[in-house]
T-cell receptor, first 110, second 116 residues
Framework: GEDVEQSLFLSVREGDSSVINCTYT??????LYWYKQEPGAGLQLLTY?????DMKQDQRLTVLLNKKDKHLSLRIADTQTGDSAIYFC??????????FGSGTRLLVRP | GAGVSQSPSNKVTEKGKDVELRCDPI?????LYWYRQSLGQGLEFLIY??????PDKSGLPSDRFSAERTGGSVSTLTIQRTQQEDSAVYLC?????WGRGDTEAFFGQGTRLTVV
């Protein structure tokens, strides 16, 4: 079935790069997404990548996709304290559903 | 409206009571989704609407859960005879249409349900 897995926690120092990893099982995934959830807030779409791409860059964010290994990563350059949040990986395959991982809590230390 | 609106934002209810959670999607969005987020967990898909019809209800946890959508707009998620394990944040999302993967799904702020 469809499954998305992420590590639960990541702690980095302000100014360093953060790399959040995700693996998925649905080989028919067409789009993969990264969402950000700040405390007490809803989910905000950060970026997405189409499955025929292997990289997408958007300002401080870089998404890497290894379709063979079904591995997705989100790199945040020059991480700031405002980046502290929970980051969810999600995939959409042949169905209409967005399947989410359990989220990675990013803590940015001053 | 400007975004997806959910009400109430918080709901505390006694075990065994029924609750209704409301979602107002973005105007013109035909696809509407309900998810549940339990403490420390990811998002669990509950149900999806395309227009007023729900092609797949398999994500609903039990027959105590039901949802409807009227006029292709507002949706209501009803939980009957609430149990403590129903305590979670219920999130609603809408998107312009379901078939386009590059169409963003916009999420509401959620309803935090606490069953005591």
């Amino acid at each position: 079935g469809e499954d998305v897995e992420q590590s639960l926690f990541l702690s980095v120092r302000e100014g360093d790069s953060s790399v959040i990893n995700c693996t998925y099982t649905d080989s028919s995934s067409t789009y993969l997404y990264w969402y950000k959830q700040e405390p007490g807030a809803g989910l905000q779409l950060l970026t997405y990548i189409f499955s025929n791409m292997d990289m997408k860059q958007d300002q401080r964010l870089t998404v890497l996709l290894n379709k063979k290994d079904k591995h997705l990563s989100l790199r945040i350059a020059d991480t700031q304290t405002g980046d502290s949040a929970i980051y969810f990986c999600a995939e959409r395959g042949s169905s209409y559903k967005l399947i989410f991982g359990s989220g990675t809590r990013l803590l940015v230390r001053p | 409206g400007a975004g997806v609106s959910q009400s109430p934002s918080n709901k505390v209810t006694e075990k065994g009571k029924d609750v209704e959670l409301r979602c107002d999607p973005i105007s013109g969005h035909t696809a509407l989704y309900w998810y549940r987020q339990s403490l420390g967990q990811g998002l669990e898909f509950l149900i999806y609407f395309q227009g007023n019809s729900a092609p797949d209800k398999s994500g609903l946890p039990s027959d105590r859960f039901s949802a409807e959508r009227t006029g292709g707009s507002v949706s209501t998620l009803t939980i009957q005879r609430t149990q403590q394990e129903d305590s979670a944040v219920y999130l609603c999302a809408s998107s312009l249409r379901w078939g386009r993967g590059d169409t963003e799904a916009f999420f509401g702020q959620g309803t935090r349900l606490t069953v005591v």
